[in-house]
Nanobody
Framework: QVRLVESGGGLVQAGGSLRLSCAAS????????MGWFRQAPGREREFVAT???????VYADSVKGRFTVSRDNAKNTVYLQMSSLKPEDTAVYSC?????????????????????WGQGTQVTVSS
């Protein structure tokens, strides 16, 4: 059974930093693209970043240069380092597991490109 558990969210002032973690069980993340999405109240789920099984990374324009996605295959964990946070980054952040052994495609910027999801962790950025 695949399980993804996010942690590391919280309340931070604008300009601050947070590191989110996504611990996986029931799968070996090294074989999969792993993505981060976020959803703010009243808005659709939004792509944030993805890291392919070959460690290629792709970011949404809104977070490029501020966020970094990485993975530790030995710990079976994916991370999202967030810096220079803005109030508009406030959302529930979720990680997701994509298809195995696939190169990047536009599908990985869409929720439909992922098979399993975590419950999410709340990030709140105050102004």
């Amino acid at each position: 059974q695949v399980r993804l558990v996010e942690s590391g969210g919280g309340l931070v002032q604008a300009g601050g930093s947070l590191r989110l973690s996504c611990a996986a069980s029931g799968l070996t993340i090294r074989n999969y693209a792993m993505g981060w999405f976020r959803q703010a109240p009243g808005r659709e789920r939004e792509f944030v970043a993805t890291i392919t099984w070959t460690n290629n990374t792709v970011y949404a324009d809104s977070v490029k240069g501020r966020f970094t996605v990485s993975r530790d295959n030995a710990k079976n964990t994916v991370y999202l380092q967030m810096s220079s946070l803005k109030p508009e980054d406030t959302a529930v952040y979720s990680c997701a597991q994509g298809s195995p052994f696939r190169a990047y495609s536009n599908a990985l910027s869409l929720p439909a490109g992922y098979n399993y999801w975590g419950q999410g962790t709340q990030v709140t950025v105050s102004s």
